[in-house]
């Protein structure tokens, strides 16, 4: 698999690449390369250190001004891992563990390749490569530090959508929607709790008390070799773990929040088409007025005039209000059917893969632990 082949074209006008991570502090600091066509950006090609606070910055920043764009969530700052000699291992470091392993380092991909990902899709976006804050992010020679916007208060619906409103298929992909989080919440639940490799550590620890007991050479050796081969499995076991945890449990997780990122843009989308029926019917209402004043036998021209002008405003609102929902309505349904549901297809299908790989990786070192164990009693 070539772990290094991002998901972006070549042809794309804006590329980031994380080059290097300072993880030796608080705030680890990426060292990103940036290089686009676009005609706004000055340079052409630079290199910036962004904070992990300032990838925090930039994702609520455009979700703050991006109104039909699907943002994905930001996935959580990577928890480096070092080798005995200090070395940073890879984001696969399972692979790294023994010294006859058929994978170098250099192939696989460093802990950042979440972050990547998620640059990657960013930059890929036809709109969000439009915007002035991922403008600003690049080229602030100060840091990113986008002025803050107030929050705009989502209003609930003031009026009720009926299934009839809208076409099938967006009422399928809300239940659908609906359904994954649901089933992501039961598998993160249902995860099997830490602690279970202690029986390993304690049938050790007896093997050693027993061996201590034991008078002959041969079967003390034995005893200490089978103790030695428990404690070896209670580490693998250790690892099996935390490599669970690297892969497959972190992946749950972070889909668990992209499933409710999508959720709130189905909601969005019912919001602005109920805004639209709020002013259609302010227009109907205006209309009405229009036609009283019309038929009545007695016309006051100031009444008729601020009626008129009424239902103009009102028209022009709801012209406004229509293209507003066709706008965002639109775009949030390309984005969840090519962009949000391939991805969630693309990270699943990566994290199931490399657990599986990790848990064969490290269960090869458990049956060679044993035979190690039964080649001792030869």
């Known amino acids: 698999m070539d772990y290094h082949n991002h998901e972006q074209q070549h042809d794309t006008p804006l590329i980031f690449n994380i080059t290097t991570v300072d993880y030796n502090r608080k705030d680890p600091v990426f060292w990103i390369e940036a290089i686009t066509t676009l005609i706004k950006y000055k340079h052409k090609t630079r290199r910036i250190p962004r904070y992990y606070s300032e990838l925090e910055r930039l994702h609520d920043h455009l979700l703050a ?47 950042d390749i979440k972050i990547q990902h998620w640059l990657d899709r960013i930059a890929d976006h036809e709109r969000v490569q439009q915007s002035e804050g991922l403008r600003e992010f690049v080229e602030s020679e100060v840091g990113f530090r986008p002025q803050r916007r107030k929050k705009v208060k989502r209003h609930k619906r003031r009026t009720s959508i009926n299934h009839d ?48 007991i ?14 030695k081969g428990c404690q070896q499995v209670h580490h693998l076991e250790l690892l099996q773990d935390m490599a669970a945890t690297d892969t497959l ?11 409710e990122n999508a959720q709130n843009i189905m909601e969005r989308r019912l919001a602005v088409l109920s805004d639209y029926f709020i002013s259609r019917k302010r227009t ?17 021209r100031e009444r008729a005039s601020d009626a008129i002008a009424e239902l103009e405003e009102a028209r022009r609102i709801e012209q406004n209000a229509l293209q507003k929902y066709e ?20 990270d699943m299908i990566n994290a199931i893969r490399e657990y599986a790989k990790s848990q064969l ?18």
Not at 249 to 259: C, F, G, K, L, V
Request: one cysteine or more; charged letters at 25%; glycine letters at 4%.
């Open 249 to 259: 449990r972190d992946e749950i997780t972070y889909q668990i929040s992209n499933a």
């Open 165 to 212: 409103d809208l076409e099938p298929e967006f009422w399928h992909l809300n239940d659908h929607i609906n359904t994954f989080r649901t089933c992501l919440v039961q598998l993160e639940t249902a995860w099997p709790s830490r602690g279970n490799t202690s029986v390993w550590s304690d049938l050790a620890s007896a093997w050693v008390a027993y061996g201590g």
């Open 361 to 378: 990786v490290l269960e090869k070192q458990k049956l060679a632990t044993w035979e190690n164990v039964y080649s001792c009693m030869k």
């Open 65 to 111: 001004t991006l109104d039909d764009a699907y943002i994905p969530v930001l996935p959580p700052c990577p928890q480096p891992r070092y080798d005995r000699q200090g070395r940073l291992l890879s984001r696969y470091w399972w692979y790294q563990q023994q010294q006859q392993q058929q994978h170098h380092g250099d192939e696989l991909p460093t802990p």
């Open 284 to 300: 109907e209402s205006s209309l009405r007025n229009v036609e009283r004043l019309k038929s009545s036998s007695s016309i006051d």
């Open 214 to 227: 034991e008078r002959d050479p041969e079967l003390f050796i034995l005893y200490k070799n089978i103790a």
């Open 327 to 346: 706008r965002i309505d639109g775009n949030y349904d390309r984005d969840l059917e090519y962009r949000y549901k391939p991805q969630l297809a693309s």
